[in-house]
């Protein structure tokens, strides 16, 4: 018996091998740069959710800060980093404690035995500076009143994601004794 070979083989309409790889290839580097995409999106999302959180709570600290410095009647001692006032006939103390920024309703500064209330944490620094009119470091006087103060300078300095952000505001309190603020 005589066999015969058809000399054409009938395309069944399926992929070959080569094909097969080369789309998974294909399939391959768009999962990978979706799955790119997505990293990179989450990321972000996470740093502006990291940027808005700190934002907000130095936005809180600021204005507790201004109206805090723009409303005392007596100033009892003052550092580069604290102070410690009276206002509304009640005594006050602000400063930075390890990574916070206290407030105290006491005659002292926040500290152990003292710990006071959290107007910002993870804060790198905290810096006051206290001007006379003329632009020179004021001192307190002996009566502790504010009279020659001109401008309290408040900066505060945090931490995002990496990122040393910077942030600063001028006060000029109200009992002063400079009735229309200053002259120059």
Known sequence: MMRVFPTEIK???GFTLIELIVSLAIIAL???GASSFLIYASKGFLLTR???ETFQKINLAMER?????KN???IWAISSDSIRYQRDGQNFGIAQTGDTIRMTRSNSLPGAGSPG???MDHVNSFSLGF???NGNPWTVPADNRLTGLSKIN???TVNIENTTKTFTMQVNPFYNDMVNGPTS
């Open 11 to 13: 395309n069944h309409g």
């Open 30 to 32: 768009i999962g990978f």
């Open 50 to 52: 990291a940027n808005i």
């Open 65 to 69: 800060l201004i109206r805090e410095t």
């Open 72 to 74: 005392m009647e007596t």
């Open 117 to 119: 209330a959290i107007l």
């Open 131 to 133: 001007e006379d009119i």
């Open 154 to 156: 408040i900066q505060i």
